[in-house]
């Protein structure tokens, strides 16, 4: 079973900074990539950042250039630093994991997500 531990998420100040951390643990045959999705209410949750197995990026308009995304492989841990942090980035954020526990099986996984509010 495959389990997604988050961490990293609090109050801060508007220009502050953050840094998310999500550790993916139990049995799966490979990682095809992970990211983080983020949902404020009366929202959609939307896709913040990822990186995938090659080690290619995806941002959101809303974050390029403040977020950064990483990972360790050796880990299975994949991180968020996000800088200079806006109101408008307070949400609940939810690490997600692609994964295959084969050759034709692939699957999503969720953590339980972690809270970021920025006051201004």
């Known amino acids: 079973q495959v389990q997604l531990v988050e961490s990293g998420g609090g109050l801060v100040q508007a220009g502050g900074s953050l840094r998310l951390s999500c550790v993916a643990s139990g049995s799966f045959f490979s990682i095809n990539a992970m990211g983080w999705y983020r949902q404020a209410p009366g929202k959609q949750r939307e896709l913040v950042a990822a990186i995938k197995s090659g080690g290619s990026t995806d941002y959101s308009d809303s974050v390029k250039g403040r977020f950064t995304i990483s990972r360790d492989n050796a880990k299975n841990t994949v991180y968020l630093q996000m800088n200079s942090l806006k109101p408008e980035d307070t949400a609940v954020y939810y690490c997600?994991?692609?994964?295959?526990?084969?050759?034709?099986?692939?699957?999503?996984?969720w953590g339980q997500g972690t809270q970021v509010t920025v006051s201004s």
């Open positions: 997600n994991l692609d994964c295959s526990h084969s050759f034709s099986s692939r699957t999503y996984y």
